[in-house]
């Protein structure tokens, strides 16, 4: 197992109360968005990550911004370039397949940052490193942390834009018994140390799919 490279936002993640548990332990509210071209391809993803109000507090206090003040213009690009390194460290906390076979996606791009309603809200844009012909395939896109430190709840909207005919809906997680058993497993994990499992927060990814006649 490895250590997390802690960045500002991860300090303030590991300070914060969680009753004991390890892996999740963060909790974030997500939003999902697909991007259809003229050509009626799928050309990019927009995502949201929106926390709750004391990890709101907890994360800008820990970058030294004033969480009781409005979050001004440079303080807002201070959190979306902090998110930006969490990105490289993670791959972006998204995934991305059409008809099942995975399709690669760009950097995050116009990473924004702001507070509302006592929430820190990052919004962001994952554009495909090539559109995707989806000619009747559905696309999945599939939101979660590599090390299930992070756990994801599609709560927000699902929207597509652009397109003909088409619908996009949050997907009801449905885990095995054996998923269940290693969600339990993984609470007694050091909250600074990674699962041996690779990507295992694929398991407990939030999703989303698109289907388009």
């Known amino acids: 197992m490895k250590r997390l490279a802690i960045t500002p936002l ?38 949201s990550h929106i926390y709750d109000p004391l990890m709101t507090l907890l994360v800008l206090q820990e970058m030294g911004i004033d969480p009781f003040a409005a979050l001004d213009p440079e303080a807002s690009r201070s959190v979306a370039a902090d998110q930006a390194l ?15 076979e995975a399709v690669a996606l760009a950097p995050a791009q116009d990473i924004a940052a702001r507070v509302e309603d006592d929430r820190l809200r990052i919004d962001f844009t994952r554009p495909l ?22 756990a994801f709840d599609l709560t927000g909207p699902v929207t597509v834009a652009g397109g003909t005919g088409c619908e996009a809906k949050a997907l009801a997680w449905q885990p095995t018994e054996a998923v269940l058993a290693l969600q339990a497993a993984l609470a007694d994990l050091p909250v600074d140390e990674t699962p041996a499992e690779k990507d295992v927060g694929r398991l407990f ?3 989303a799919q698109l289907t388009c006649r």
Do not use: K, M, N
């Open 129 to 150: 490193a090539a559109p995707a012909a989806l000619d009747g395939r559905p696309a999945r896109l599939a939101i979660y942390d590599p090390v299930y430190f992070i």
């Open 86 to 100: 969490l990105f490289d460290e993670t791959g972006g906390f998204a995934a991305l397949s059409v008809a099942g």
């Open 205 to 207: 990814a939030a999703e």
């Open 10 to 47: 991860l300090c303030a993640w590991l300070l914060a109360p969680t009753g004991g548990a390890a892996h999740p332990h963060v909790f974030i509210e997500a939003g999902a968005g697909f991007v259809v071209d003229a050509e009626g391809r799928l050309a990019a993803v927009q995502i």
